[in-house]
């Protein structure tokens, strides 16, 4: 039996307007194929007061769009029809699954759990190309999130149409004779850049989610299928030279199985669990020099991890970059003990790159006005092989670990909240990781107090505290998030017998979230000299107090010229907890998006004198003169046929020192199913100040060099798809960076005033001490075919290649590099992974 939904909808939590309530149909309504019958579709009220979002904002729509909704004991069913006057235009580009492009597109929301905070999103362009996505916290949204749902598109004389069948078991919701769904439809036009919602979703509200409006006289007793499996299989070659490395394989092969389940514990909680998980398929990361003192921020790729991580977000400071208490890339690492493997003549050694996930389980949904998140990961003991002139040994380099985190959060119907996080990190050493921490807990409270509909006063409270040897704990107080052997510092001192590390970090705000013209934001925090969360979550230093200030003047209204511009002016502030001034700039930027839909902006930043504290790797501060820069970028119009993104950057300082940045990526769409994107980063360095490194004979040296680096990166990306399940992605970069030294000279008194006399020259001894010079180049490159199959199900063939030649050269020359490039042997990897997917 199909019943007729009904429909209400609210633009504010106080305003509700007319519904109508569901009626059952005859059997008859459903055609012996499965589908609706044309009747049953007229039957139900068509729904078509859609507003226009963009560009002006609560304007009339230039074309009309009604959508209709049914619905059986298992299934929502939407239907959208998209009118246009002018239906040759219509615009709709087949890419892979979840992939943006500037199409025609029609997309469905739905609040099921009616918390206006959480939302799925299911969305198709006209030809048939499918997205889904998770909405948290009303504005955040992860397209990460993959469903099980059908959807079928049709064009017709007068526009298009999507009919969309969302099965019940794919959403969350309690049982009820009487429910209600928040609930909102959102159309885009791809040729006039036009955007219009059912009800107006207000780009000058402070939500998204909160903006919905209703679907009401949904009545569901029955409950719908909870368990989902996929289980897998993974078979793997691998081909390589082993050079001078006799534990390498020229071939090794390699075949696992695995599962994936997902089950619906109550209709609010899901538990999803993966067994021996394989991430073959995912895009190697891109190569990087780091020349400073702090590690480099990888995003999250890998699908188990990706998805429902807004649920465990836990912002613990992020003005300055990357952050938050769970960083999820900690499980699986790179082996922390590679680095006490033996070296020297006739030794060599072989061990995984990334430690092995064994199982991870996770728990999400809700619990009445509570949101919820518990995980728990372990990775197993991974081992090295040594090879020491003839005679084999074994050697520990990571510990079996556990990984648990938590996350609660209470919401309120004015979008406040307050919540709290928990991580714990447990790890069973060996005798040989000793110098590893056994434990580490962190504990964090926040808060987002929402008043006058606008404006918003957010905070939170953390704590940290690690275990270990006192080997342990001494290798982490020197640890470049520390530093605790600075000879310099007041505020703590190094002491080798401590077993443990602890501390705190917090911050307060206020700003203005939303408006059509104002907004702002200002706010204070700290992070005591022992906070650490790096065990499981990413921090780049502790000992740090700042302020920052932002002001925003903007304008949504479309003219002749714009169809949006936006003003900002930053301010912001840093000291160490001795004292010293850190951080000292402002800037000022700008950006539009032009009538004709190209965007651009600009923008200058100035920092004056202050001190790094981090300059010479744990030794006295230095004084740096601040860097003014500048920046600008343009993007032409994504919907024309070849389009192109530019960013240029640079700056200098009083002392010689500068940078300068380009890059360049050009879209080309020759055909409506094929995507060729070329990008070229070139940057250009000369740092008078550059750490050298540390030389030790009567005493101490702190050494820095002059250096002219030169980076040069290419990047191609060739997406093919020949149907809306089955694609061809295709993704290459070589990479060099080159770097020479000299002018070397020493640190004397880093707090004078004048840069003449805060360094001698210095006779440093290359041969003895180590070229610093370096040319790195690497090539990378991951090629996946991808077929559904079947609904859920996915077949993945993958072949990567990776090449490293680090040959220290001293300079950069083009032509020479690039070749150098492919003039090592490469590593091959091919994958084939079949997955399957059950519900019951």
Known sequence: MLFLAALAFATAVDAVVDRADAAPLAAQAVRANGEISDQAWRGAPAVDAFVQREPQEGGRPSQRTEFRVLYDATTLFVQVHAFDSDPERIVGYLTRRDAESPSDWIRVLIDSYHDRRTA?????????????????????????????????????????????????????????????????????????????????????????????????????????????????????????????????????????????????????????????????????????????????????????????????????????????????????????????????????????????????????????????????????????????NGIRSQQSVEPTTNYTVGRVRREFANQSSVGAMFTSTVRRLPEALQIVPDRAFTGGLDFDARFKARYSLTGYLAATSVHGDAAAIANLQQDSRHYYQRPDAAAFAFDPSRTSLGGSSGRIGVAKIGGQRVRFMSQFGFKSPGFDLNDAGFLRRADERWTLNWFQVRSDVPNRWFRSRQLNVNEYATWNNDGDLLVNGANVNANATFANNWEAGAGANTNKLSSDDRMTRGGPIVLTEGFDTFWSWIRTDKRRQVSLNEFLGGGRNGVGSWFRDLELTLTYRPIAALEITSGVRHGRANNQEQWTGLVTDARAHYVFGHLDQTTVAFTERVNYPMTPNLSLQLYAEPFVSGGSYDAFKELVNGRALAYADRYAPFAYDRAGSGDPDFNVKSFRTTNVLRWEYRPGSTLFVVWQQARENDAVLGDYRFGRDMRGIFGVPPKNVFLVKLAYWLNY
Request: aromatic residues 12%.
């Open 120 to 388: 799925f999103e299911f969305a198709v362009n006209p030809a048939g190309v499918k997205e889904d996505g998770y909405w948290t916290n009303d504005t955040n949204r992860d397209d990460s999130w993959d469903a099980v749902w059908d959807v079928k598109v049709s064009r017709e004389a007068d526009g298009w149409s999507a009919e969309f069948r969302i099965p019940f078991s794919q959403l969350r919701f309690t049982q009820s004779d009487a429910l209600t769904f928040g609930f909102a439809v959102s159309r885009s036009i791809g040729r006039l850049n036009e955007t219009s919602t059912w009800p107006l979703l207000a780009r000058s509200a402070n939500g998204y989610v909160s903006s919905f409006g209703e679907l009401a006289g949904l009545s569901m007793r029955a409950s719908p299928k909870k368990i989902e499996l996929v289980p897998y299989t993974v078979a793997s070659l691998t081909r390589q030279r082993p050079g001078d490395n006799a534990l390498l394989s020229p071939s090794a092969g390699n075949a696992a199985v695995g599962l994936d389940v997902k089950y619906a514990l109550t209709p609010g909680l899901t538990f999803t669990s993966t067994f021996n998980p394989d991430f073959g398929q995912v895009e190697a990361d891109p190569a990087v020099v780091n020349l400073t003192a702090f590690e480099t921020f990888f995003t999250e790729r890998r699908p188990f991890f990706v998805e429902g991580s807004g649920v465990f977000s836990f912002d613990s400071d992020c003005w300055d970059g990357p952050c938050s208490l769970f960083y999820s890339r900690r499980v699986g690492r790179a082996p922390q003990g590679a680095d006490t493997l033996p070296s020297g003549d006739g030794i060599v050694t072989d061990y995984p790159a990334q430690s092995t996930i064994l199982g991870a389980g996770k728990l999400t949904g809700r619990v009445g006005r509570f949101s919820l998140g518990v995980m728990h990961a372990v990775t197993q003991e991974e081992t090295a092989t040594i090879l020491d």
